[in-house]
Structures are given as C-alpha cells and as structure tokens.
C-alpha cells in the first residue's frame, strides 16, 4: 500500500523537510503498539524543525498510509469518511499527532487534562470513528541527540483518546488515557485495547452495526421566526415518513432555533458539529434535511458529517422515482430529477469555465463539467418537448370529452388521504393502493355513473404534500393540469390525522398554484370511523361542502356520489341530456 504525502498549508518548506517527511511514509510500527518512541521522535523532531503541527495516519498493520502537515481534522483521506470495519463500527486507523509547546508540559490531569486535547481533535476522532487519537507534545528546549537508548526530550507527553459505545457521565463519547511519556505509550498493547473495545461495542450497542445496503436516516429541521416548535417536529414526523417510504430507517433527529437558515451548513456551525457527532454515535448512513439545500450547503455539511446528505426535495424526488411506472410517469420523474441537478452542477464552479495552457487549448474550451451541463440541458429540452406532446395528446381528450359532454371529476388532495382508495370504491377500479405517501404516481381515469343514471370521468391525481418542490409542480404541469381543467374537484381529507386543518391549507396552497382553487368543490372526510364523533362534527364545520366517508368501510359512497350530482347540475347542465 503506497502511503500518501500532503503538505497541506504548509509553506515554503525545504527539500531536506520534505524528503524527511517521505521517509516517515516508509516506517512501520509493530502490529501491537500504538506507537514506538522512534516513530514519536521522529514526528517530534519535523514538527520541531518545520514550525509545523504532524498528523500521520497508521493501519491497524502498523503501516503509515498518510503523512499531513496540519491537524488532525485536515487529514484528506477517503478512507477516514464513513467508513465502519465490522460490528464495532471503528475505522482501522488511528492518527498520531503532534501539538507544539511553547514550555515543557508535565503529565496532567483533571481540567488541564480536557484542555490538552483540543475539542476540533476529539471531534475528529468520533466524526472518523478512530481507532484512537495520539497526541504527542513537542517540547522547544529538547534535544535531537539521543545516546545509550535515552529518549529524546523533543517528543514530550503523550495523549491517548478513544471511543466509547455509549455517552459516559458527562456525555462524551470518547475517553482521555491518563497523559504519558512516549516510553509508556510504546508498552501498551494496541491489539488487546481495540479488541476489548469492538467487543465491548458488539455486547453494549449491538443494533448500531449497519447491514450491508441498509440506509438508516438523521433528520435535521429548523424552528425559525414565526414557526412553532411543535410545528417544524410534526414537519419531522412527516419527513421520517417520506424516508421510511423511500426505503431508509429513523435512527435520530434534531432541531436548531435560529432566524434563518446557515449560509454554509444550514444549522449552526456548532450545532451542525454535534450533529455530526450523533451521525457517527447512531450509525446513521444518511442526513436529511427538512429543507431544500443550496449546492454550497449540501456540500459543506457532507464535508462535516462524513455521510451522504439530502434534502427534503430529493427525497420526494426518490419516491417519485421507484412509484412511476407508465412512460409518462416516468418522463415527468426525469425531468424533475434533471432540473433538481442542473443549477447543481452550474454551482459547483464557474473557475473551470475556460481552459488554458498551449497551443490550441486557448479560447473558451469544454471542461467535463460543461460538457455535463450541455447534455442536461440538452435533455431537459427533449424531456420538456416530450411533455409538451403529452399536454397535446391531453388536450385532444379533453376536447373530445367536452364535444360529449362529458363532465370530468378530479380527487385531489394530500398524499395518503384515501384518493386511490374512494377511486375504486366508487369506481370498482383496481388502482394500487398502499398505506404510504405517493402511493399513486401515474394518474389514472375510471368511468361510473351518478344517482341519475348520468355517466361521469372521475381522476385520481398525484397527492399533494407540504413544501413540495416548484421542480416537480412544473415537471409535472400536464398531468396536474388534469385537475385545472376538470369540471369539478373531490378534495379528499384524512379526517384522522392530527394536522388534517394544516393539510388542507398544503393542498389549497397547491391549487391556488395551477390556478384551480376557486373550482367547484366537495370536501370527502375520508377515514372517519377511526375520528371520534365529537371532532368530526367539529370538522364538518371547518370544510366547505362536506361528506363524511369511510372508502374502506364503504360508508357514505352514495352521499359521495350525490353531492357530485347536485355540483354537476350547476356547473354542467348540459350533461343533463344523459339522464334516464
């Protein structure tokens, strides 16, 4: 394994630096140390002569696979990010660093021990999950000579920290050795330590080992100005729905209090330090925010938390993706998708725009990165045109269904209300039907008749859900324009569920949108035998046009159907000609 050098920030460093710094990537350490005085010697000695803190990465082979001039936390190395070696979720490498003193430190203890090792160093180790963090301190006023066996004076008190599988006392995740000098450090036993702690890690946490292909989800939201505490909480119950339905389990969540949102990391750059800390505690594999991101943001926050991150609007998009099952479904899906990751990629940088360096590399060029954005344009307007035909071919219908005198019926509401559910049952259709949200992707138009023998078109729409996101309302324009264009709207509501009011406003806020809020309406009260008399007479009186039915139960059907008739009549009196 081929060790790698980065000089990091460092600056004008000599070449007799720099090859010492190479020769340090070719030490080994025996398997069962965590460091011998040699290596620390050494490591104290460059950092002495180069004015530079040292931080080398070594295997759990005793091979030193990375040598940074920096701190512990500005180690680039992929294999540090994310990354859990069997059930006890450590990472096989540890990293022995250096801290420069202006005086020779004694060993310490109590509070002066806390402060030997830096908060941003401890983090380091929970966020990486390490083996274990060394720090050895540098003591000015040593000496390179070393005779007869003596220790050098440079490499001065040792700092040993590793993880723990649960919070000690205080809350912290990890434990500080007592301080030591390099001598005592080289006579522990590395491999009896971190067996005891993986094993100790199986027995204590043993639900925290992450299977193979296993997605298990950190939620994060924002409680800003003019939004209730319990507000954005029942927003995170809704998001660990939309997780759990895109395949992913709950393991945490957390909520910052904040005016607005973080330019850089969406919460705090504290708070999102913390966060990262749970992330690794849980074994979370993935971070999803209550939010739609910013590029810059998705980025930096990956870059702290060392898992994947999404937002809100991904996630939908997800669902989105595995429900879709017609060609058309599936068009609109991608077009969302691709007008999600255009401005992403257009944000990522504007410095590569051009190429230079020779002879017919002058001019404006093609970077990859443009090059990826000129095929998604190029798609985004195939798929755009694509959807422009279906509009079309939509229209046609509509026409024909008009020329009939056909009135058309659209169920609209928010996701997981029952819409598929009171299609069949008013229908006799087979629509799919689950208890998840966006159960129903690809809409879909069933025939019936109403009371007076009068045929009708009745649709099932997609649901509709809180912040959805303005790329899939345009994706998906020509099938929602099913519901701007119908004679009438069934707005189905879940009369169970304990935000149904903030519901209903979710989906007005939508119609308002494609410019069909002031259609004729009913309000179906789906789900009434799991309400209570008592609330669902309260309901009754909060929605306009309202009929209480159970689509599963198969109550209130013939009212349904009889308050259509009674809008229809109004609003379509030439459909009167179809009457028995």
Same mark, same amino acid.
């Given at each position: 394994m081929h060790g790698k050098l980065d000089l990091g920030k460092a600056k004008g460093l000599k070449q007799s630096e720099i090859k010492k710094l190479n020769r340090l990537l070719q030490k080994r350490i025996p398997k069962d140390k965590i460091l011998t005085i040699d290596l620390a010697d050494s490591v104290a000695e460059i950092s002495l002569e180069t004015g530079h803190p040292l931080s080398i990465v070594v295997n759990r082979r005793g091979q030193v696979v990375n040598v940074t001039v920096g701190h512990p936390w500005e180690v680039n190395m992929p294999e540090l990010r994310g990354v859990r070696v069997g059930p006890g979720r450590l990472c096989g490498h540890r990293i022995i660093h250096t801290k420069n003193e202006e005086k020779q430190v004694k060993p310490l203890d109590g509070e002066a021990l806390k402060e030997a090792l830096s908060k941003e160093n401890l983090q380091c180790l929970a966020r990486n999950r390490l083996d274990l963090l060394a720090q050895i301190g540098v003591n000015p006023h040593g000496t390179f000579s070393r005779s007869h066996g003596e220790q050098s004076k440079i490499a001065d008190v040792v700092h040993i920290a590793h993880l723990l599988?649960?919070?000690?006392?205080?809350?912290?995740?990890?434990?500080?050795?007592?301080?030591?000098?390099?001598?005592?450090?080289? $006579?522990?036993?590395?491999?009896?330590?971190?067996?005891?702690?993986?094993?100790?890690?199986?027995?204590?946490?043993?639900?925290?080992a992450v299977q193979e292909g296993e997605e298990r989800a950190f939620l994060v939201g924002l409680v800003s100005d003019g939004t209730d505490a319990w507000q954005v909480e029942d927003d995170l119950d809704e998001l660990a729905q939309l997780a759990k339905?895109?395949?992913?389990?709950?393991?945490g969540r957390m909520t910052q209090t904040r005016q607005q949102p973080d330019p850089k990391f969406f919460l705090g750059?504290?708070?999102?330090? $913390?966060?990262?800390?749970?992330?690794? $505690?849980l074994g979370a594999t993935l971070l999803?925010?209550?939010?739609?991101?910013?590029? /810059?943001?998705?980025? /930096?926050?990956?870059?702290?938390?060392?898992?994947k991150v999404v937002d809100r609007t991904e996630v939908i998009l997800d669902i989105f993706a595995q429900r879709a099952q017609t060609k058309e479904g599936k068009l609109q899906v991608e077009l969302a998708q691709l007008k999600y990751l255009y401005p992403r990629l257009v944000g990522k940088s504007d410095s590569l725009s051009r190429l230079g360096g020779g002879i017919g590399t002058r001019?404006?060029?093609?970077?990859?990165?443009?090059?990826?954005?000129?095929?998604?344009?190029?798609?985004?307007?195939?798929?755009?045109?694509?959807? $422009?035909?279906?509009? /079309?071919?939509?229209d046609v219908q509509r026409k024909r269904r008009t020329s009939d005198h056909l009135p058309v019926v659209a169920l609209t509401g928010y996701t997981n209300s029952g819409k598929s559910t009171l299609l069949n049952a008013l229908t006799k259709a087979n629509v799919f039907t689950q208890d998840k949200l966006f159960a129903t992707l690809d809409p879909t138009t069933r025939r019936t008749t109403l009371p007076d023998h009068s045929p009708v078109l009745i649709s099932d729409t997609v649901g509709f859900i809180k912040k959805l996101p303005t790329s899939l309302i345009a994706a998906f324009r020509a099938t929602l324009e099913e519901?701007?264009?119908?004679?009438?709207?069934?707005?189905?509501v879940d009369a169970s569920h304990p935000n149904v009011l903030e519901h209903i406003s979710?989906?007005?806020?939508?119609?308002?949108?494609?410019?069909?809020?002031?259609?004729?309406?009913?309000?179906?009260?789906n789900k009434a035998d799991k309400v209570r008399k008592e609330d669902l007479a309260w309901l009754v009186a909060q929605v306009p046009n309202p009929v209480v039915t159970s689509a599963t139960m198969r109550f209130g059907l013939g009212a349904t159907l009889g308050k259509m008739?009674?809008?229809?009549?109004e609003v379509c009196p030439e459909r009167q000609k179809y009457s028995a």
């Open positions: 599988p649960g919070r000690d006392a205080e809350g912290k995740l990890w434990k500080v050795l007592p301080a030591c000098t390099a001598r005592h450090a080289q $006579e522990d036993d590395f491999e009896e330590l971190i067996g005891a702690l993986e094993e100790e890690f199986r027995t204590r946490a043993p639900g925290l339905t895109a395949g992913a389990g709950i393991c750059s504290g708070k999102m330090q $913390e966060v990262a800390l749970l992330v690794q $505690e999803v925010v209550d939010q739609e991101l910013t590029p /810059n943001q998705q980025r /930096n926050i990956e870059a702290v938390v060392g898992v001019g404006p060029g093609e970077t990859k990165l443009e090059i990826d954005r000129r095929r998604i344009r190029e798609k985004i307007d195939f798929l755009e045109a694509d959807a $422009e035909r279906i509009r /079309n071919y939509r519901v701007a264009v119908a004679d009438m709207l069934v707005h189905v979710a989906v007005h806020d939508v119609l308002s949108d494609l410019g069909a809020v002031d259609k004729p309406m009913i309000t179906v009260l008739e009674e809008v229809l009549s």
